[in-house]
């Protein structure tokens, strides 16, 4: 099983959570964010980061009212640790960084702030803020910081109900072309020897 097959998997069992307090599901979100990059004509690397961005919260089944109990999970770096050494920086830094992002365009864009929804305002809450004048300028002078921008821009435009993005499957070919040739890390390879036990002892209680 290759690390796409993983992902998919991922997506068809676990997408259908909720977006944690937004009106779509996870696969919604994820799917919206990679097609408001394709229709900007973005590569392919920061399509898939778009795609993977929040990944974080489907590995660890993060629940849904976690804001509301207070806590920032950190799910862009959850995700990011996951996906590193199986995708290139150029999909794994935008991820590590599209929380920062948020906290960028904050500081230096008036009207951005005014545009998040309550789930947003909630979560920037407990992800620090927005950044002061000093950390803006630090951030934007990171490696990947002003793709994580863009993608953060799609982030917040990837939440309408009913939308019609391409299907997930639209997205394999795409994954397969950007992903390192290389074996799974051990947290893949973890997460999907606890998946197959999981599986297997469902399987047996039946």
Sequence with gaps: MSIVDVIF?????????A??????????????????????GAPDTLIAAGLLHDLGYILFEVPENIADRGFDCRHEELGAAWLSGQFP???????????????YLCAVDADYQTHLSAASLQSLALQGGPFSA??????????????????RRWD????????????????????????????????????????????LSNARNK
């Excluded at 920086?89 to 906290?103: F, N, S, Y």
């Excluded at 803006?136 to 993608?151: D, K, T």
Aim: proline share 6%; no cysteine; charged share 25%.
């Design 134 to 151: 000093a950390e803006a300028r630090g951030f934007i002078s990171l490696p990947y910081a002003g793709e994580a921008v863009q993608l």
């Design 89 to 103: 920086d150029t999909v794994v830094e935008p991820v590590r960084l599209h929380v920062a992002a948020k906290r």
């Design 19 to 40: 977006y944690l307090g937004e009106p779509v599901s996870q696969l919604e979100h994820a799917l919206q964010t990679a097609w408001q990059g394709e229709r900007e």
């Design 156 to 199: 917040e435009m990837a939440k309408v109900v009913k939308a019609k993005p391409p299907d997930l499957e639209s997205y394999r070919l795409l994954l397969e072309k950007v992903k390192l040739k290389a074996p799974m890390n051990s947290l893949v390879y973890d997460f999907q020897a606890n998946e197959y036990s999981h599986k």
């Design 9 to 17: 998997d991922l997506f068809a069992h676990r997408g259908s959570a």
